[in-house]
């Protein structure tokens, strides 16, 4: 059964290096959000004169976000289709209430949810200190505005978001990533991805 599994949390978490870590043991088309729409994103902020590295101002947010959103969910999409697994990393806060959404996807790639065994792992930590250093720790130029507007930017890292997608509550889980990423924690994550949701 094709896995289409969704790390998400707020940024600092560790997202991408948990799905990093169990992409090791499953095969899937690995899209990061980021990745997947920062060049144009770049392109278009500086033609408006704009910081290239901003994903947290009004205009990002009315003029890009959506645009980054959709071109991984095409391409999500052309994955499913293709008969790939899929990991998708972002924060999907909107996404993850529209319950429309996820049968939006599956069903864009000519499948079904009884088809397609969707997980969400909500990446979370317990100490908001913690998500600073690692956004310091990655140096990556956009999270620039963040740290330079961090007590605006700054959110709850224990933060859960509200899944109204239609998937067994089983299907979705809340793991913090504070201390070390140990082994065990990623064969906890293992075991939740690869189990059969119809036995659930």
Excluded at 83 to 91: A, D, E, L, R, T
Excluded at 115 to 130: I, P, Q, Y
């Amino acid at each position: 059964m094709q896995k289409l599994v969704f790390f998400v949390g707020v940024a600092g978490t560790g997202k991408t290096t948990v799905a990093r870590k169990l992409s090791a043991r499953i095969q899937a088309a690995f899209l990061d959000r980021d990745t997947v729409g920062g060049r144009f994103v770049e392109k278009i902020l500086e033609m408006n004169n704009l910081d290239k590295n901003d994903r947290d101002s009004e205009f990002y947010k009315k003029h890009l976000r959506d645009l980054e959103y959709d071109t991984t969910k095409d391409i999500c999409v052309d994955n499913l289709a293709a008969g790939q697994s899929v990991f998708m990393i972002s924060p999907f806060t909107s996404e993850l209430k529209n319950a429309a959404w996820i049968e939006e996807v599956v069903s864009a790639a000519g499948l079904t949810l009884n088809e397609v065994d969707v997980k969400v792992v909500v990446v979370t930590l317990s100490d908001m200190d913690v998500q600073k250093e690692r956004i310091i720790e990655r140096k990556t130029e956009r999270d620039t505005w963040k740290l330079n507007h961090w007590d605006n930017f700054k959110q709850r890292v224990e933060f859960v978001p509200e899944v109204n997608w239609n998937i067994p509550a089983s299907s979705v889980t809340v793991f913090d990533n504070s201390g070390e990423l140990t082994d065990a924690k990623i064969e906890g994550l293992y075991q939740f991805i690869t189990a059969d949701p119809k036995k659930n």
